[in-house]
């Protein structure tokens, strides 16, 4: 298992970093965009993976 930092940004201003513990990319990128969508239900974002840290 390892953290996924992605940042994420909308062209409305809504942004940000979210931090996912998962055992692969695919995985956390879809817990990330099921939590955008049930925040912002029409907004679309550019979501960049920032960085992959080990998890203790």
Known sequence: MKYY??????????GGRSYH?????????KRLRRRLHQRYPFCKFRIDLENVMPAN
């Open 5 to 14: 930092v992605f940042t994420y940004y909308d062209g409305k201003g809504h």
């Open 21 to 29: 513990l998962a055992a692969s990319k695919d995985e956390a990128l």
